[in-house]
């Protein structure tokens, strides 16, 4: 089987990224999103989640950005916000009893939303980094979650056997680096049968350019997954698109 699963990180970030995410899975190659739950726009995203039944939706945890759901997760809060990424690519300490719950947190209100989440991924990649890899790692068994392939997963996990970065590179590089990059898509499925392409795509709006340091590059990114000639050479080569619901 080659199985390519389009992923696109931060739905529920902001209107305007849910909105790019959508148009990209509508009328691209988009197939799979994962959400965050405790930003701006969660429930812009959950009412487009019902309009859309065929986008896989995982949950993208949530520990650098933003508001956390439970207030009582002191040591992973600066002020009432999630601490920033540079905390943690240094010496850190922080405790693992409250990064569990909020995260179940995070989990639960995408259920309770009526959202089934089809797999386990996180902001900034922090579950590469103890002690939220053993969180994010249990969390993952608890719900029967398949996971990213970007850590050393264990095998108890579900997940695709390749994890491809490339496509986040398209908005700096002449037609014929994009050329090279679907190539190496169309190596990776022949080689490795399951792959997941990692995305930002989204429109800019108030919450993205107040917050984010992905900005042009989203935009671009909805544009590219919706290059019909990506899609023509992935389907002439027979890879299959998907969901982590498929693996």
Request: proline share 4%.
């Amino acid at each position: 089987m080659r199985l390519l699963i389009v992923n696109a990180d931060d739905f529920g970030y902001s209107p305007g990224i849910n909105l790019g995410i959508v148009a990209a899975h509508q009328n691209g190659i988009l197939t799979s999103t994962t959400m965050m739950a405790n930003m701006p726009g969660f429930d812009h995203g959950v009412e487009l989640a019902r309009q859309n039944p065929d986008l896989g939706i995982g949950v993208h945890l949530t520990l650098t950005c933003g508001e956390p759901l439970l207030s009582d997760g002191t040591s992973l809060m600066e002020g009432n916000k999630f601490r920033k990424i540079s905390f943690y690519e240094k010496e850190f300490s922080i405790n693992p009893e409250e990064l569990y719950r909020e995260w179940e947190a995070q989990i639960k209100k995408i259920i309770a939303a009526g959202i089934q989440p089809t797999h386990l991924d996180s902001h900034h990649h922090v579950n590469r980094i103890s002690p939220m890899k053993e969180v994010f790692i249990e969390l993952a068994q608890k719900y029967q979650l398949p996971v990213r392939n970007n850590f050393d997963v264990p095998e108890t996990l579900r997940t695709v056997n390749r994890f491809f970065t490339e496509f986040d590179g398209l908005s700096q590089n002449k037609e014929i680096w994009k050329e090279m990059t679907i190539q190496n898509l169309v190596q990776d499925c022949q080689v490795y049968g399951t792959v997941e392409v990692m995305c930002h795509p989204g429109y800019l709006d108030d919450v993205v350019m107040a917050n984010s340091s992905l900005l042009d590059s989203r935009v671009f990114t909805v544009k590219e997954l919706q290059n019909t000639s990506y899609k023509e050479v992935l389907e002439k080569n027979q890879i299959q698109f998907g969901t982590y619901r498929d693996i």
